[in-house]
């Protein structure tokens, strides 16, 4: 079993910086990307960035030049800062794994709960 745990997410002003952190863990497996998504109220789940072990990091439109995400101290965990925040901004913060089990040939993807942003204008 693979778990996700995002942390980090709380109330920002407007043209400030939050810094959120996942941490993905599992008996056996090997972590290939994790991701960062969010979701607004009444849209849909867009993909905010990637941090893959063998492909290039990748953004957003949307948060190029003020979001960056990078690999955090431990194993198989992650960063994403965000600078420079907008109200648009706001939304749950999701953190997906994209992993791999050798054991038993298998593979996939496990989210976390979540943590919620909110940027005040």
């Known amino acids: 079993q693979v778990q996700v745990v995002e942390s980090g997410g709380g109330l920002v002003q407007a043209g400030g910086s939050l810094r959120l952190s996942c941490a993905a863990s599992?008996?056996?497996?090997?972590?290939?990307?994790l991701e960062w998504y969010r979701q607004a109220p009444g849209r849909q789940r867009e993909l905010v960035a990637i941090l893959g072990s063998s492909r290039p990091t990748n953004y957003a439109d949307s948060v190029k030049g003020r979001f960056t995400v990078s690999k955090g101290n431990a194993k198989n965990t992650a960063t994403l800062q965000m600078n420079s925040m907008k109200p648009e901004d706001k939304a749950l913060y999701y953190c997906?794994?994209?992993?791999?089990?050798?054991?038993?040939?298998?593979?996939?993807?496990?989210w976390g709960q979540g943590t919620q942003v909110t940027v005040s204008s």
């Open positions: 997906a794994a994209d992993w791999i089990y050798y054991g038993e040939p298998s593979a996939g993807r496990a």
């Open positions: 599992g008996n056996g497996i090997t972590i290939n990307a």
